[in-house]
Protein backbone atom coordinates (compact mmCIF):
# COMPACT_ATOMS: atom_id res chain seq x y z
CA UNK A 1 0.00 0.00 0.00
CA UNK A 2 1.10 3.37 -0.88
CA UNK A 3 2.47 6.19 1.13
CA UNK A 4 0.54 9.09 -0.62
CA UNK A 5 -2.47 9.38 -2.88
CA UNK A 6 -3.48 11.75 -4.83
CA UNK A 7 -7.06 12.83 -4.65
CA UNK A 8 -9.58 14.71 -6.53
CA UNK A 9 -12.65 15.74 -4.53
CA UNK A 10 -15.76 18.34 -5.60
CA UNK A 11 -18.07 20.00 -2.77
CA UNK A 12 -20.33 22.32 -3.79
CA UNK A 13 -21.96 23.90 -0.87
CA UNK A 14 -20.76 24.66 3.09
CA UNK A 15 -22.14 21.75 4.54
CA UNK A 16 -20.16 19.55 1.80
CA UNK A 17 -17.05 21.86 3.07
CA UNK A 18 -17.36 20.74 6.45
CA UNK A 19 -17.47 16.98 5.64
CA UNK A 20 -14.25 17.13 3.60
CA UNK A 21 -12.14 19.41 6.37
CA UNK A 22 -13.04 16.44 8.26
CA UNK A 23 -12.10 13.35 5.90
CA UNK A 24 -9.05 15.11 4.55
CA UNK A 25 -8.36 15.92 8.14
CA UNK A 26 -8.13 11.91 8.79
CA UNK A 27 -6.57 10.97 5.54
CA UNK A 28 -3.76 13.24 6.54
CA UNK A 29 -3.26 11.01 9.58
CA UNK A 30 -2.30 7.89 7.35
CA UNK A 31 -1.43 9.31 4.00
CA UNK A 32 0.26 11.78 2.14
CA UNK A 33 -2.08 13.51 0.08
CA UNK A 34 -2.06 15.49 -3.47
CA UNK A 35 -5.84 17.35 -3.85
CA UNK A 36 -7.10 18.63 -6.65
CA UNK A 37 -10.76 19.79 -7.19
CA UNK A 38 -13.41 22.34 -5.45
CA UNK A 39 -14.12 23.04 -2.20
CA UNK A 40 -14.60 26.08 0.17
CA UNK A 41 -12.45 27.52 2.81
CA UNK A 42 -12.54 24.66 5.35
CA UNK A 43 -11.02 22.25 2.11
CA UNK A 44 -8.36 24.74 1.17
CA UNK A 45 -7.18 25.27 4.95
CA UNK A 46 -6.43 21.38 4.11
CA UNK A 47 -4.96 21.55 0.87
CA UNK A 48 -6.96 22.46 -1.47
CA UNK A 49 -6.53 24.96 -4.05
CA UNK A 50 -10.24 25.29 -5.12
CA UNK A 51 -10.05 25.00 -9.62
CA UNK A 52 -12.86 27.58 -9.01
CA UNK A 53 -15.49 29.38 -6.59
CA UNK A 54 -17.37 26.53 -5.03
CA UNK A 55 -20.35 28.51 -4.43
CA UNK A 56 -20.59 28.01 -8.50
CA UNK A 57 -21.82 24.65 -8.35
CA UNK A 58 -24.52 25.59 -5.67
CA UNK A 59 -27.76 25.82 -8.27
CA UNK A 60 -30.70 24.21 -7.21
CA UNK A 61 -33.85 22.87 -8.35
CA UNK A 62 -35.19 21.95 -11.39
CA UNK A 63 -35.22 24.90 -13.50
CA UNK A 64 -31.75 26.43 -12.66
CA UNK A 65 -29.82 23.64 -13.64
CA UNK A 66 -31.20 23.73 -17.14
CA UNK A 67 -30.75 27.60 -17.44
CA UNK A 68 -26.98 26.73 -16.30
CA UNK A 69 -26.57 23.34 -18.25
CA UNK A 70 -23.52 24.64 -20.72
CA UNK A 71 -22.18 26.15 -17.55
CA UNK A 72 -22.10 23.32 -15.47
CA UNK A 73 -21.02 20.78 -18.35
CA UNK A 74 -18.20 23.17 -18.79
CA UNK A 75 -16.98 22.34 -15.33
CA UNK A 76 -17.62 18.74 -15.14
CA UNK A 77 -15.52 18.50 -18.59
CA UNK A 78 -12.70 20.80 -17.23
CA UNK A 79 -12.77 19.10 -13.71
CA UNK A 80 -12.45 15.71 -15.27
CA UNK A 81 -9.78 16.51 -17.93
CA UNK A 82 -7.92 17.87 -14.45
CA UNK A 83 -8.53 14.65 -12.63
CA UNK A 84 -7.09 12.70 -15.34
CA UNK A 85 -4.37 14.93 -16.36
CA UNK A 86 -3.14 14.62 -12.44
CA UNK A 87 -3.83 10.30 -12.48
CA UNK A 88 -5.37 10.85 -9.73
CA UNK A 89 -6.29 7.32 -7.31
CA UNK A 90 -10.04 8.36 -5.60
CA UNK A 91 -12.46 10.88 -6.52
CA UNK A 92 -14.92 11.64 -4.13
CA UNK A 93 -17.99 14.01 -4.96
CA UNK A 94 -19.24 15.58 -1.52
CA UNK A 95 -23.39 15.61 -1.77
CA UNK A 96 -24.17 17.14 -5.11
CA UNK A 97 -25.03 13.93 -6.22
CA UNK A 98 -26.69 14.84 -9.94
CA UNK A 99 -23.28 16.95 -10.69
CA UNK A 100 -20.72 14.59 -8.72
CA UNK A 101 -22.14 11.46 -10.48
CA UNK A 102 -21.99 12.89 -13.45
CA UNK A 103 -17.82 12.59 -12.69
CA UNK A 104 -17.83 9.58 -12.13
CA UNK A 105 -19.83 8.18 -14.95
CA UNK A 106 -17.27 9.93 -16.90
CA UNK A 107 -14.20 8.94 -15.03
CA UNK A 108 -15.04 5.44 -15.01
CA UNK A 109 -15.63 5.13 -18.97
CA UNK A 110 -12.22 6.09 -19.80
CA UNK A 111 -10.01 5.34 -16.39
CA UNK A 112 -9.75 3.37 -13.50
CA UNK A 113 -10.00 6.06 -10.55
CA UNK A 114 -12.21 4.66 -7.59
CA UNK A 115 -15.04 6.40 -7.40
CA UNK A 116 -16.86 7.45 -3.51
CA UNK A 117 -19.90 9.45 -2.98
CA UNK A 118 -19.63 10.87 0.41
CA UNK A 119 -23.41 11.33 1.04
CA UNK A 120 -25.71 9.63 -0.66
CA UNK A 121 -28.51 10.32 -3.14
CA UNK A 122 -31.99 10.66 -1.36
CA UNK A 123 -32.70 7.63 -3.72
CA UNK A 124 -35.02 5.90 -0.91
CA UNK A 125 -37.17 9.33 -1.21
CA UNK A 126 -37.43 9.58 -5.18
CA UNK A 127 -35.60 8.54 -8.51
CA UNK A 128 -34.97 5.18 -7.74
CA UNK A 129 -34.13 4.64 -10.88
CA UNK A 130 -30.58 6.01 -9.94
CA UNK A 131 -29.88 3.01 -8.50
CA UNK A 132 -28.36 1.33 -11.88
CA UNK A 133 -26.07 4.06 -12.22
CA UNK A 134 -24.67 3.74 -8.69
CA UNK A 135 -24.24 0.40 -8.66
CA UNK A 136 -22.60 0.99 -12.25
CA UNK A 137 -20.32 3.58 -11.38
CA UNK A 138 -19.70 4.51 -7.64
CA UNK A 139 -17.71 2.04 -6.23
CA UNK A 140 -18.21 3.12 -2.18
CA UNK A 141 -20.94 5.16 -0.99
CA UNK A 142 -21.16 6.79 2.24
CA UNK A 143 -24.16 7.47 4.03
CA UNK A 144 -24.59 9.71 6.90
CA UNK A 145 -27.77 7.98 8.60
CA UNK A 146 -28.82 4.69 9.41
CA UNK A 147 -32.13 4.45 7.40
CA UNK A 148 -29.87 5.40 4.12
CA UNK A 149 -27.41 3.00 4.76
CA UNK A 150 -30.31 0.33 5.69
CA UNK A 151 -31.44 1.20 2.53
CA UNK A 152 -28.44 0.74 0.33
CA UNK A 153 -27.67 -2.56 1.35
CA UNK A 154 -30.87 -3.90 1.45
CA UNK A 155 -30.54 -3.23 -2.27
CA UNK A 156 -26.79 -4.75 -2.78
CA UNK A 157 -24.31 -1.53 -3.05
CA UNK A 158 -21.27 -1.07 -1.11
CA UNK A 159 -22.00 1.18 1.45
CA UNK A 160 -20.78 2.53 5.10
CA UNK A 161 -22.47 4.29 8.06
CA UNK A 162 -20.06 7.21 8.51
CA UNK A 163 -22.81 8.72 11.04
CA UNK A 164 -23.17 12.65 11.51
CA UNK A 165 -21.26 14.92 13.48
CA UNK A 166 -24.40 16.53 15.21
CA UNK A 167 -24.30 13.50 17.59
CA UNK A 168 -21.80 15.11 19.34
CA UNK A 169 -23.48 18.69 19.43
CA UNK A 170 -24.17 20.19 22.48
CA UNK A 171 -25.97 22.76 23.91
CA UNK A 172 -24.37 26.18 24.78
CA UNK A 173 -24.77 27.52 28.28
CA UNK A 174 -27.55 30.29 27.95
CA UNK A 175 -25.49 32.99 29.73
CA UNK A 176 -22.41 32.73 27.92
CA UNK A 177 -24.98 33.39 24.74
CA UNK A 178 -27.15 36.05 26.37
CA UNK A 179 -23.28 37.62 27.12
CA UNK A 180 -21.81 37.84 23.89
CA UNK A 181 -24.75 38.57 21.62
CA UNK A 182 -25.85 41.34 24.29
CA UNK A 183 -29.21 39.57 24.98
CA UNK A 184 -31.83 40.24 27.40
CA UNK A 185 -32.70 37.53 29.60
CA UNK A 186 -36.19 38.40 30.24
CA UNK A 187 -36.69 37.76 26.56
CA UNK A 188 -38.41 34.75 24.89
CA UNK A 189 -35.93 33.78 21.81
CA UNK A 190 -37.13 31.78 18.55
CA UNK A 191 -34.79 30.98 15.73
CA UNK A 192 -35.56 31.34 12.28
CA UNK A 193 -33.59 29.58 9.71
CA UNK A 194 -34.36 30.45 6.60
CA UNK A 195 -31.87 28.40 4.38
CA UNK A 196 -28.26 28.86 3.00
CA UNK A 197 -29.46 29.08 -0.33
CA UNK A 198 -30.53 32.66 -2.02
CA UNK A 199 -33.27 30.89 -3.42
CA UNK A 200 -34.31 29.57 0.03
CA UNK A 201 -34.46 33.33 0.92
CA UNK A 202 -35.99 34.27 -1.24
CA UNK A 203 -39.01 31.73 -1.31
CA UNK A 204 -39.07 31.03 2.52
CA UNK A 205 -38.35 35.03 4.11
CA UNK A 206 -42.12 36.10 3.21
CA UNK A 207 -43.92 33.71 4.78
CA UNK A 208 -41.93 33.74 7.98
CA UNK A 209 -41.51 38.12 8.13
CA UNK A 210 -45.51 37.27 8.73
CA UNK A 211 -44.82 34.86 10.74
CA UNK A 212 -42.86 36.64 12.95
CA UNK A 213 -45.30 39.90 12.90
CA UNK A 214 -48.10 38.16 13.64
CA UNK A 215 -46.14 35.82 16.72
CA UNK A 216 -45.74 39.53 18.18
CA UNK A 217 -48.51 40.76 18.44
CA UNK A 218 -50.25 38.26 20.39
CA UNK A 219 -47.02 37.19 22.47
CA UNK A 220 -44.52 40.22 24.52
CA UNK A 221 -40.83 40.27 24.73
CA UNK A 222 -40.51 38.00 21.72
CA UNK A 223 -36.98 38.07 20.17
CA UNK A 224 -36.33 36.25 17.01
CA UNK A 225 -32.77 35.17 16.58
CA UNK A 226 -31.24 34.66 12.82
CA UNK A 227 -27.98 32.70 11.53
CA UNK A 228 -26.44 33.53 8.57
CA UNK A 229 -24.09 31.54 6.24
CA UNK A 230 -22.23 34.68 5.08
CA UNK A 231 -22.32 38.15 4.77
CA UNK A 232 -23.84 38.35 1.87
CA UNK A 233 -27.10 35.94 3.60
CA UNK A 234 -26.96 38.82 6.02
CA UNK A 235 -27.66 41.48 3.20
CA UNK A 236 -30.28 39.48 1.89
CA UNK A 237 -32.23 38.57 4.95
CA UNK A 238 -32.18 42.05 6.02
CA UNK A 239 -33.40 43.42 2.94
CA UNK A 240 -36.84 41.80 3.95
CA UNK A 241 -36.76 42.96 7.71
CA UNK A 242 -35.49 46.44 7.70
CA UNK A 243 -38.78 48.38 7.77
CA UNK A 244 -40.09 46.15 9.83
CA UNK A 245 -40.57 46.67 13.60
CA UNK A 246 -39.45 43.78 14.77
CA UNK A 247 -36.95 42.66 17.17
CA UNK A 248 -34.30 40.39 15.92
CA UNK A 249 -30.54 39.74 15.66
CA UNK A 250 -28.83 38.32 12.62
CA UNK A 251 -25.27 36.66 13.38
CA UNK A 252 -22.84 34.82 10.74
CA UNK A 253 -21.95 31.43 12.49
CA UNK A 254 -24.34 31.59 15.04
CA UNK A 255 -26.92 28.41 14.89
CA UNK A 256 -26.07 26.54 17.64
CA UNK A 257 -25.64 29.81 19.89
CA UNK A 258 -29.51 30.54 18.49
CA UNK A 259 -30.87 27.32 18.12
CA UNK A 260 -29.61 26.43 22.42
CA UNK A 261 -31.65 29.65 23.14
CA UNK A 262 -34.22 28.85 21.72
CA UNK A 263 -37.55 27.20 22.93
CA UNK A 264 -38.56 25.70 18.79
CA UNK A 265 -37.26 26.97 15.77
CA UNK A 266 -38.63 27.71 12.23
CA UNK A 267 -36.66 25.81 9.86
CA UNK A 268 -36.22 25.33 6.14
CA UNK A 269 -36.15 21.45 5.05
CA UNK A 270 -32.78 20.37 5.49
CA UNK A 271 -29.80 19.85 8.12
CA UNK A 272 -30.72 22.64 9.65
CA UNK A 273 -34.37 20.77 11.16
CA UNK A 274 -31.68 18.16 12.18
CA UNK A 275 -29.64 21.03 13.98
CA UNK A 276 -32.32 22.23 15.54
CA UNK A 277 -33.66 19.38 17.01
CA UNK A 278 -30.57 17.99 18.32
CA UNK A 279 -29.91 21.03 20.00
CA UNK A 280 -33.82 20.76 21.70
CA UNK A 281 -35.08 23.79 19.57
CA UNK A 282 -37.83 21.68 18.21
CA UNK A 283 -38.27 22.68 14.72
CA UNK A 284 -41.29 23.89 12.43
CA UNK A 285 -40.45 22.45 9.27
CA UNK A 286 -41.32 24.12 6.40
CA UNK A 287 -40.42 23.86 2.63
CA UNK A 288 -41.46 26.28 -0.40
CA UNK A 289 -40.35 26.09 -3.63
CA UNK A 290 -41.54 27.58 -7.42
CA UNK A 291 -44.67 25.84 -8.82
CA UNK A 292 -42.89 24.60 -11.78
CA UNK A 293 -40.20 22.87 -8.94
CA UNK A 294 -43.53 21.75 -6.93
CA UNK A 295 -45.25 20.06 -9.31
CA UNK A 296 -42.66 18.08 -10.85
CA UNK A 297 -41.23 16.76 -7.24
CA UNK A 298 -44.59 16.43 -5.90
CA UNK A 299 -44.88 13.34 -8.86
CA UNK A 300 -41.17 11.84 -8.37
CA UNK A 301 -40.92 11.84 -4.41
CA UNK A 302 -42.04 8.50 -2.81
CA UNK A 303 -41.84 9.26 1.06
CA UNK A 304 -44.67 11.65 3.09
CA UNK A 305 -41.63 12.76 5.09
CA UNK A 306 -39.27 15.35 4.73
CA UNK A 307 -37.62 16.48 7.88
CA UNK A 308 -34.31 14.81 8.97
CA UNK A 309 -35.52 14.45 12.71
CA UNK A 310 -38.88 12.70 11.31
CA UNK A 311 -37.12 10.48 9.23
CA UNK A 312 -34.66 8.96 12.00
CA UNK A 313 -37.96 8.47 13.82
CA UNK A 314 -39.97 6.64 10.94
CA UNK A 315 -42.43 9.58 12.21
CA UNK A 316 -44.12 12.72 11.42
CA UNK A 317 -43.32 13.59 15.26
CA UNK A 318 -41.96 17.53 14.57
CA UNK A 319 -44.71 19.43 12.06
CA UNK A 320 -43.90 19.54 8.22
CA UNK A 321 -45.83 22.33 6.46
CA UNK A 322 -44.50 22.36 2.66
CA UNK A 323 -45.77 24.49 -0.30
CA UNK A 324 -49.50 25.09 0.10
CA UNK A 325 -49.82 24.92 3.96
CA UNK A 326 -46.63 26.85 4.95
CA UNK A 327 -48.74 29.97 6.01
CA UNK A 328 -47.74 32.01 8.48
CA UNK A 329 -51.06 31.05 10.35
CA UNK A 330 -50.26 27.64 10.01
CA UNK A 331 -47.04 27.95 11.60
CA UNK A 332 -48.41 30.32 14.51
CA UNK A 333 -50.25 27.25 15.24
CA UNK A 334 -47.91 24.62 15.17
CA UNK A 335 -45.92 26.78 17.83
CA UNK A 336 -48.49 26.44 20.18
CA UNK A 337 -48.71 22.85 19.62
CA UNK A 338 -44.94 22.58 20.20
CA UNK A 339 -45.39 23.94 23.74
CA UNK A 340 -47.92 21.46 24.57
CA UNK A 341 -45.62 18.38 23.27
CA UNK A 342 -42.36 19.53 24.57
CA UNK A 343 -41.62 16.59 26.71
CA UNK A 344 -42.64 14.13 24.42
CA UNK A 345 -40.06 15.80 22.13
CA UNK A 346 -37.53 16.09 24.19
CA UNK A 347 -37.57 12.49 24.68
CA UNK A 348 -37.26 12.01 20.98
CA UNK A 349 -34.21 13.83 20.95
CA UNK A 350 -32.53 11.25 22.64
CA UNK A 351 -33.14 9.16 20.62
CA UNK A 352 -32.32 11.05 17.26
CA UNK A 353 -29.14 11.79 19.23
CA UNK A 354 -28.80 7.62 19.33
CA UNK A 355 -29.62 7.18 16.03
CA UNK A 356 -26.82 9.59 14.72
CA UNK A 357 -23.57 7.64 15.50
CA UNK A 358 -21.66 5.57 12.94
CA UNK A 359 -18.41 4.22 12.25
CA UNK A 360 -16.79 7.88 12.15
CA UNK A 361 -14.00 9.98 9.41
CA UNK A 362 -10.90 7.63 10.80
CA UNK A 363 -12.11 4.35 10.08
CA UNK A 364 -14.01 5.81 6.77
CA UNK A 365 -9.97 7.33 5.83
CA UNK A 366 -9.12 3.72 6.49
CA UNK A 367 -12.11 2.10 4.36
CA UNK A 368 -10.32 4.72 1.54
CA UNK A 369 -7.00 4.11 2.02
CA UNK A 370 -6.94 0.85 0.82
CA UNK A 371 -10.08 0.70 -1.66
Known amino acids: MRDSLKIGIVAGEHSGDSLGENLLKSLKKIKNLEIYGVGGPRMESQGLKSSFDFNNLNIMGLVDPILNYSKIMSYRNNLCDLFIEKEIDIFIGIDSPDFNMQIQKKLKKISKIRTVQLVTPSIWAWRKGRLKNIKKYT ?39 LKKFDLDDKNKYISILPGSRKSEIKNMMPTYLEFMELYCNLNENVHFLIPAVNQDDIEHINSYLNESNINYTIEVDAAN ?21 VLGSHPIICYKTSFFNYFIISRMIQTEIIGLPNLLLSQKFFPELVQKVCTPQNILLETQKLKINKFILDQKTDLIIKNLKGVGFDSLAEQLAIL
Open 139 to 177: DLSVSLFKFEHDFYNKHGLNNIFLGHHFSDLKPTEASDI
Open 257 to 277: EFLSLSEFSIVTSGTASLQSA
